[in-house]
C-alpha cells in the first residue's frame, strides 16, 4: 500500500466527520420552517419592576448613545430602574458620569456604579449590580446596542408567563452595510439569530442567553445559580444552568435590538475566539451534569452539538493540510483510490452544500434588504469561516487546556475615529494564516498545470478563506 490510501481515508473520515455538522444544519432548517411560533402574549394588567443593566468597559464612543437609548424606553417611569456598570479605565468614567447625571435630572431613575476591580469581568459587574438591583426582571444590553422604544413592552408581557425564565430578542446590525467583511459577518451572525436559536426554541431544545437584548427573571437567575466567571461566556454558562435548573426561555426573532458590528478583522477575530474559547469551557463544565440530570435524551443531543460545536475547526485545520495531498492521489492513485473518491464527493457534498443552503435559508429569513447581494456574496462568507479556522483552533485548545483567561472586550466605535484610540487584541497566527493561504493557493496552482479543474473550486475556497482572513489582518 502506497501513501495514497492512508492519505484519503483520512481525509474522507475528516469529511465524515464534518457532514455530521452539515446535516445538523439541514435538521435546523427543517425544524425552523416546520414549527410554527407559538402566540404570546401582548399587554398585561400593571407592569413590574424592570431593571435594565448597561455593562461596560472603555466604551468612550457609544455610552451615551446607549443610555439615551434606553432612557427612550417606552415603560412607566416608576416601574424603570437603570444601572451603568463601568469598569473602565480610560475617560469613559466621565462621559458616563455626565450623561448618568444629565438623565437623572430628567427624572429618569438612573445609577452609576464604577468598579476599581474588574474580578469577573462582565460576570462580576452583572453580579454587583445584582446586589442593588430593584426589579424583578432583569434586561442586560451590551455598549454598542441601540433598543427600541417598545423592547420592554414587547417581551415583559412574554416574560410574565408562568416558568418563563428569559426572553431573548434577535440582534440587528447597524452597520452591516459598511463594507464586505461587515455584510459577511451579518449573514454569519444571521445563520445564529435567525435558524439556530429559531429551531432549538421551536423544537423546544434549549437555547442560550445571548449576552445582551435578552430579559431575565431574577429568580431565574439565582435558580441558576447566578452569574459566575470560570468561564468566558457567562451568558452561555447561566443560560444552561437556569434551564437545567427547569426554567424555560423564549426567543421572540421579531423583537429586533440593533447593534454594532466589528468593523476589523481582528476586532472579529477576538470575538469569535472569545466565544469559542468559553463555549468549549462552558462544555467542560457543564456537560455531564447535563448527561447526569433528568431532562430527555433530545435535549442532551442538542446541548452536546451546540456546546462541542467549535470543535469541528481543528478538523477543518487538518483537512486543509490534507486537501492538497488527496487531490494528488486523486491524479495518481489506482482503482482502490477510485472508491474512496466516491465516498469523498458524496461526504464532501454532504459537509459544504448544508451550509449553504443554511446561510441562503438565514438571509431570506431575516428580510433584511438587498437579499441578492448576499446570497451572491455567500462563497465568501463560507471562505471567511474557514480562514478563521486556525484561531479558533487555538481557541478550542486553550478552552480545554487552558486558564479561564482574561474577558477582551470587542472594541465598539460608534461610527467615530476609534481605531485610533480602541484597537483589537492580536493573537499572533496571522503568520500560520498567510502560510495556509500560500500554501493552498500552490495546490490551485498543481491542479491547473495538471488540468484538474474540478478540484479548483474548493481549493480556492479553502485558500481564499485563509488569505481574506491574513490579508485584512495584516493590513490592519
Known amino acids: 500500500m502506497d501513501w495514497h490510501e492512508p492519505v484519503l481515508v483520512i481525509y474522507v473520515a475528516l ?12 435538521w435546523m432548517i427543517w425544524e425552523w420552517r416546520s414549527q410554527k411560533s407559538p402566540d404570546h402574549p401582548a399587554d398585561v394588567d400593571e407592569w413590574p419592576m424592570v431593571t435594565v443593566q448597561l455593562p461596560i468597559f472603555n466604551e468612550r464612543y457609544v455610552i ?51 468598579r476599581t476591580d474588574r474580578t469577573g469581568f462582565k460576570a462580576g459587574a452583572l453580579d454587583e449590580g445584582m446586589e442593588v438591583a430593584k426589579g424583578e426582571f432583569v434586561a442586560v444590553f451590551d455598549a454598542d446596542f441601540v433598543p427600541q422604544p417598545d423592547f420592554l413592552r414587547r417581551t415583559i408581557p412574554v416574560l410574565l408567563q408562568d416558568g418563563i425564565g428569559l426572553v431573548q430578542t434577535r440582534w440587528g446590525h447597524i452597520n452591516a452595510q459598511d463594507s464586505w467583511l461587515t455584510r459577511a459577518q451579518s449573514t454569519l451572525l444571521d445563520g445564529h439569530f435567525v435558524i439556530e436559536q429559531g429551531s432549538r426554541y421551536l423544537s423546544g431544545r434549549w437555547f442560550n442567553f445571548n449576552g445582551t437584548a435578552g430579559v431575565w427573571r431574577r429568580e431565574a437567575i439565582e435558580a441558576g445559580g447566578g452569574w459566575q466567571h470560570d468561564t468566558l461566556t457567562e451568558d452561555l454558562d447561566l443560560s444552561y444552568r437556569a434551564q437545567l435548573a427547569g426554567w424555560r426561555f423564549v426567543y421572540l426573532p421579531e423583537v429586533v435590538a440593533p447593534a454594532e458590528l466589528p468593523p476589523t478583522m481582528t476586532a472579529f477575530k477576538s470575538q469569535q475566539h472569545r466565544w469559542a474559547k468559553g463555549s468549549v469551557q462552558t462544555a467542560k463544565k457543564l456537560l455531564g451534569t447535563i448527561w447526569r440530570s433528568n431532562h430527555p435524551l433530545r435535549l442532551k443531543l442538542e446541548a452536546t452539538g451546540h456546546l462541542c460545536a467549535n470543535f469541528s475547526y481543528p478538523l477543518v485545520v487538518v483537512l486543509s493540510l490534507l486537501l492538497p495531498w488527496a487531490v494528488v492521489a486523486r491524479l495518481q492513485g489506482g ?65 480545554m ?22 484597537r483589537a487584541a492580536r493573537n499572533g497566527l496571522v503568520g500560520l494564516e498567510a502560510l495556509m493561504a ?39
Not at 465524515?16 to 452539515?22: E, I, R, V, Y
Not at 462563497?379 to 474557514?386: H, K, N, S, T, Y
Not at 472586550?409 to 484610540?421: D, E, I
Open 15 to 26: 469529511l465524515a466527520l464534518l457532514s455530521l455538522n452539515g446535516l445538523h444544519r439541514l
Open 64 to 114: 451615551e448613545r446607549l443610555a439615551k437609548a434606553v432612557s427612550r424606553l417606552d415603560y412607566p417611569r416608576d416601574k424603570l430602574h437603570v444601572q451603568v456598570l463601568d469598569d473602565s479605565i480610560d475617560d469613559t468614567t466621565e462621559i458616563a458620569k455626565g450623561v448618568v447625571d444629565e438623565l437623572h435630572e430628567q427624572g429618569l431613575d438612573i445609577v452609576y456604579i464604577h
Open 335 to 399: 482503482e482502490e483510490v477510485g472508491i474512496l473518491l466516491a465516498a469523498d464527493l458524496v461526504l464532501f457534498t454532504t459537509a459544504m452544500v448544508p451550509f449553504i443552503l443554511f446561510y441562503a435559508a438565514a438571509i431570506m429569513g431575516a428580510r433584511s434588504p438587498q437579499p441578492g447581494r448576499r446570497l451572491a456574496q455567500l462563497p465568501g462568507v463560507l471562505a471567511l469561516g474557514v480562514g478563521l479556522a486556525i484561531s479558533q483552533s487555538r481557541a478550542v485548545f486553550e478552552g
Open 401 to 422: 487546556f487552558g486558564k479561564v483567561g482574561v474577558f477582551v472586550r470587542t472594541p465598539k466605535y460608534g461610527g467615530a475615529a476609534g481605531a485610533l484610540v480602541y
Open 438 to 476: 500560500m500554501y493552498l493557493l500552490g495546490a490551485c496552482a498543481y491542479v491547473i498545470w495538471a488540468g484538474d479543474y474540478l478540484s479548483l473550486p474548493f481549493l480556492l475556497l479553502f485558500a481564499g478563506g485563509y488569505a481574506i482572513v491574513a490579508g485584512y489582518s495584516l493590513r490592519e
